[in-house]
């Protein structure tokens, strides 16, 4: 198992309401992404950091921001949740010093807003 | 622009058999390929990869991938499968001549449910 750490693993709230999901790895990886996976389906990369204050969006848009701050913590945040957000969001991290680089991922958190 | 298929949602095998996962895959240039593997409510965990040279990969857990240039499949296969080998499994393919940001994505297949019989 990689050393990558989601918080939490689950969250039930109301719509409105601000959220942040925390994401961590003790690896020293430059790289790190955030994907949202519907139930038995297909990843889609939604945020992705090259670095220390490096964010891009990904193929599938989110109304969710990212910060990258530190190297080890990669935060999602949804200042207004919605049940369209509902989904399981993975973390994942990779050294990122050349393209073959396999990535890493942490457990995820399922998120649901009713 | 890169993609991968997995023709199969659902693979069932009889624990002892023989199981192959099917991926095909679609780069501009050679792949670098990806196996991963999701067990219910679990991240996902990574089992193999092809780069370059023998075309055939060892990974985790007795499992190993045939890399086919000319039929454009990576298939993931065991020799015998057991119960617990029941999950969810991904291919994931990145184009190594994608250049600036996009050259580290991964773009992943739909996934293939594998049920093992006991």
């Known amino acids: 198992e990689a050393d990558i750490y989601q918080t939490p693993r689950y969250l039930v709230i109301g719509t409105g309401k601000k959220i942040t999901l925390e994401c961590s790895q003790t690896m020293g990886h430059d790289k790190m992404y955030w994907y949202q996976q519907d139930p038995g389906m297909e990843l889609h990369l939604i945020h992705y950091?090259?670095?220390?204050?490096?964010?891009e969006k990904g193929d599938l848009s989110s109304e969710s921001t990212v910060s990258r701050i530190r190297t080890e913590h990669f935060p999602l945040t949804l200042e207004s949740a919605r049940p369209s957000h509902t989904s399981q969001y993975l973390c994942a991290s990779s050294e990122g010093h050349w393209t073959a680089d396999t990535q890493y991922f942490g457990p995820g958190t399922r998120l649901t807003v009713l | 622009a890169q993609s991968v298929a997995q023709p199969e949602d659902q693979v069932n095998v009889a624990e002892g058999n023989p199981l192959t996962v099917k991926c095909t895959y679609s780069?501009?240039?050679?792949?670098?390929l990806f196996w991963y593997v999701q067990y219910p409510n679990r991240g996902l965990q990574f089992l193999l990869k092809?780069?370059?040279?023998?075309?055939l990969v060892k990974g985790s857990y007795g499992f190993e991938a045939e890399f086919n240039k000319s039929q454009t499949s990576f298939h993931l296969k065991k020799p015998s499968a057991l119960v617990s080998d029941s999950a969810l499994y991904f291919c994931a393919v990145r184009d190594p001549l994608s250049v600036g940001a996009g050259s580290y994505q991964l773009t992943f297949g739909k996934g293939t449910k594998l049920s093992v019989i006991p």
């Open positions: 950091s090259y670095g220390v204050n490096s964010t």
């Open positions: 780069v501009s240039g050679n792949p670098y």
């Open positions: 092809y780069i370059t040279g023998d075309n």
